[in-house]
């Protein structure tokens, strides 16, 4: 790893962003507080100039890291260590860092999410990788704590943990963004308070993506109301292209899936080509007709087409509200792997005659949704990180319908959010709640 690669500016940040680096370069010098000592150290934080050789460094290095031994209520375990470059050298597997961005950071969700990350399982066992955590202005001492159990976990790949509130700043130079972080709905909130409130968030967040992330970062919002929430953030970023925002709805597909295999008497692996049309919300549409199980359609597997029309989809679409009935919380772990296949869908080729579906921006489509919504949709992907839509899909007159159902939704709520988005002035007219208790 070259030095000019850990970004080091001889500047001060004036927020509450803080480098835990493994590569540690952040930590050693002489001045600088890489230190975990409390919250106050973390607001002022100095790094160094990148001019140095590396040899210039590890001579430095071993004089900051004294210093840093004789102030030990200053530093914080593994990240005031020096880095060995040698030692990256010889281990380095010639694979260029990739950043990570990760929003809610210290959520339940993310819990799950961030181990993923960090063991290799999503981006590959060769693929070292940096994780820079948001949290909320609330939740950073807890961030503090998830980078304390990033770091007792040893993962062998991952390189750098940075936390920090301020989304420029966490946010610079990242090619994933995963956006969790969001505000749940309160008792008696309406869901066009929580569209407002959450809206502002990712509005704000799509601005920061647009000043400093990278031109090609790739962004998944999970947090609720996602889709509307991802519309928002892509009219907020126009300097990145609308087609590299999603909001997730991997969780709908994998629910569905599951429900065809339990009625078919088979296990989930035999189902497949499950699209989730529209909202993630309890007008989503999950579509059997296109769908298969050991690739026969699934009505030439499930006779029972009244529970297909009447059960499955309601089964699929409260599925969330069951759970945390059972749980007392709602879904993590599982969205969480969901997560991780949208993903993994999207950097993996999909195998010929597959796909899967996610909320991508609508922008010329070959179904006759409304353009200009955030839509989920079934895509294919080359692996390199972009998507196709689907073409040969059937629509008969009963998905159609349900279809339509789900687009007024998703029309409306951009009718509520239009002064997030540059439309002028917000009006109100959802056609009904529709989320989950305790989903939002
Ligand atoms: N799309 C899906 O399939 C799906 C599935 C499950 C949950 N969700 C949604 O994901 C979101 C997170 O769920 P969770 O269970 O992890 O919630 P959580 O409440 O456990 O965590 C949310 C975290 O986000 C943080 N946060 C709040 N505002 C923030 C901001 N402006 N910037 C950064 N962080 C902020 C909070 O402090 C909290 O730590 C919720 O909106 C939930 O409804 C979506």
Known sequence: MAMAELGLKASYSKTHHRHLSLLSARCFPTKQRC??????????????????????????????QEEVNSKHDDCFGVFCLTYDFKAEEETSSGKKLIKVAVSGAAGMISNHLLFKLASGEVFGPNQPIALKLLGSEKSFQALEGVAMELEDSLFPL???????????????????????????????????????????????????????????????????????????????????PGKNFHALTRLDENRAKCQLALKAGVFYDKVSNMT?????????VPDFLNARIDGLPVKDVIKDHRWL?????????????????????SSAASTAVSIVDAIRSLTT???QGHWFSSAV?????????????????????????????????????YLRQRIIKTEDELLAEKRCVAHLIGEGSAICDL??????????
């Open 158 to 240: 991952l390189r750098e943990v940075s936390i920090g509130i301020d989304p420029y700043e966490v946010f610079q130079d990242v090619e994933w963004a995963l956006l969790i972080g969001a505000r749940p709905r309160g008792p008696g909130m309406e869901r066009a308070d929580l569209l407002d409130i959450n809206g502002k968030i990712f509005a704000e967040q799509g601005k920061a993506l647009n000043a400093v992330a990278s031109r090609n970062v790739k962004v998944i919002v999970v947090g609720n109301p996602c889709n509307t929430n991802a519309l928002i953030c892509l009219k907020n970023a126009p300097n990145i």
């Open 309 to 329: 029309e009447e059960e499955f989809t309601e089964k699929v679409q409260k599925r969330g509200g069951v759970l945390i009935e059972k749980w007392g919380r």
């Open 276 to 284: 989730i049309w529209g909202n993630h919300s309890t007008t989503q």
């Open 35 to 64: 230190a975990f000592g409390g919250l106050n150290n973390a607001h002022y934080y100095p790094t160094i100039s990148s001019s140095l050789a590396p040899n210039q460094v590890q001579a430095q290095s071993v004089q900051s």
């Open 431 to 440: 056609p009904g709640d529709t989320m989950l208790p305790g989903e939002m």
């Open 361 to 397: 921006y609508t922008n010329g489509n070959p179904y006759g949704i409304a353009e200009d919504i955030v839509f989920s949709m079934p895509c294919r992907s080359k692996g390199n990180g972009d998507y196709e839509l689907v073409k040969d899909v059937v629509i008969d007159d």
């Open 349 to 351: 080729p999909t195998p």
